[in-house]
């Protein structure tokens, strides 16, 4: 199964969607997510990618956001999310590096822990710049490139970390710092924040180093 539709096998979403609920009021990238989201108008048209079960969406619902969508590459994902959020959410799936929607269709694009899954950032952060309107927020968390750096890649250059005390394997390239902040990168959008945290999901939290990288952009 490929690295984009690894949650689709077994029942790795439903560990995954169960660890991280358990998981919530400890996370911090949530917190940061949740502070620069609840500064923009409700009436923002905000898109979530690699949305997984919806945990995310379902809390900028609470919070008063009545233009949602989510896109996951996962059919269990999409399926599950389409259950928790009803018709509070446009849910469709979709990848970073193709996403189903028009130019400038969007106000805010966020992620949480789904970039680094991509093969590609450029293109995939093209896309994002491409689905944003002149002035929209990017907001993200990825798996931060310095403490990924540590870990063995395999002969694709992949690496493969343990989540929730080993209860979620997952596999996704390694990536560099500089194929998030690219020049092309920076010809699209203007860096707001750059957070570094350590995150309590990926089970290597235990060194204390920032295993977790949040940024928000602006869409020039
Ligand atoms: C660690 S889970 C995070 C899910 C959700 N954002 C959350 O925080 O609960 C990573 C998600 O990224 C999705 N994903 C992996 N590769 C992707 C890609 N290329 N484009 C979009 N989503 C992708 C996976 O299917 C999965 O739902």
Known sequence: ??????????DTAKKYSEASIENLEKDAGRRF????????????RLLD???GGGIDLSAYSKMGFTNL???????????EAKETL?????????????IPYEDGSFDVVTSRFALHYSKDIKKSLKEVARVLKSGGKFIAIVSNPVADAEEQKDTDGNITITLFNGKVTITFPQHSLDEYFSEEFLNDFTLETKYEYCGNEQDRAVSGLPNALAISAKRK
Not at 1 to 10: F, P
Not at 86 to 98: H, I, Q, S, V
């Open 1 to 10: 199964m490929g690295i984009e539709k690894q949650y689709d096998s077994g």
């Open 33 to 44: 997510i949740y502070e620069q989201i609840s500064a923009l108008s409700r009436t923002s």
């Open 49 to 51: 990618v690699g949305c």
């Open 69 to 79: 969508a989510g896109i996951d590459s996962s059919r269990k994902f999409v399926d």
């Open 86 to 98: 009803k018709d509070t959410a446009e849910l469709k799936e979709g990848t970073f590096e193709c």
